[in-house]
């Protein structure tokens, strides 16, 4: 099986995964994965990620030309592309709809709450963006811009979006996401939650065992 057909495959099993796991629903989210040769597959607009095949998936240039498809690309392509370009060091993008993130979203109340020591390991920041109109440049440019220097990003009144060296490791730090989201919520219901000192924070960044870790799901979904 080719590099390519191995990534159209994974791109359903991730679809799959984040159906099953209620991260989204109907036709809502995206997903994407860079190839070797520096395109871009990403998912048909429209299609439901819980039952999309293989042959759906759409191939583009990172310039947004079309190069096989029989469907018009996610509206969502204009910001991937502009991540794939801007961050050398990602190779896959998911964006869903979790109910709990989508909670905070719609409240407008920030996820960036360093309390958790996974999620400081393994996603880092999780900047908030404000509203903007899905679908348009400014929402792109607004998407690209706060995810510059982060791996996942919490918007206002719609959703979220991880990025990762692989599809397994932006569908586990979206995973996470919804589960932190959870801690959040019951941490405020039992009157916190209470933050890690910044001395901390940077001693988790850094734990040699946690790295060997990342570079696992790293080298195991190539
Ligand atoms: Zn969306």
Not at 88 to 102: E, F, K, R, S, Y
Not at 179 to 199: H, R
Request: overall charge neutral.
């Amino acid at each position: 099986m080719s590099e390519e057909d191995k990534l159209r495959e994974e791109l359903c099993r991730i679809g799959r995964r984040l159906y099953e796991r209620h991260l989204t629903s109907g036709a809502g989210g995206s997903i994407s994965a860079r190839t070797s040769k520096n395109e871009v597959l990403i998912k048909p607009s429209g299609f439901s990620l819980a039952d999309m095949q293989p042959e759906n998936i759409i191939k583009l240039s990172l310039k947004g030309e079309v190069l096989s498809g029989r469907y018009p690309p996610s509206t969502d392509a204009p910001w991937h592309l502009m991540i794939y370009e801007m961050r050398t060091d990602i190779n896959a993008i998911v964006h869903a709809h979790p109910p709990i993130c989508g909670g905070f979203a719609c409240a407008g109340v920030s996820l960036d709450i360093p309390t958790f020591t996974e999620v400081i390991i393994q996603i880092g920041r999780i900047p908030f963006m404000e509203y903007a109109t899905p679908t348009t440049m400014d929402y792109a440019i607004k998407v690209a811009e706060h995810l510059k220097n982060a791996n996942a990003l919490l918007m206002k009144n719609h959703g979220i979006i991880t990025l990762g060296s692989n599809l397994e490791q932006a569908f586990q730090r979206a995973e996470l996401l919804e589960d932190f989201a959870k801690m959040i919520l019951i941490a405020k219901i039992l009157g916190g939650p209470i933050l890690l000192p910044q001395e901390e924070i940077n001693k988790l960044r850094t734990l040699e065992s946690e790295k060997w870790r990342i570079k696992v799901v790293e080298e195991l979904y190539r």
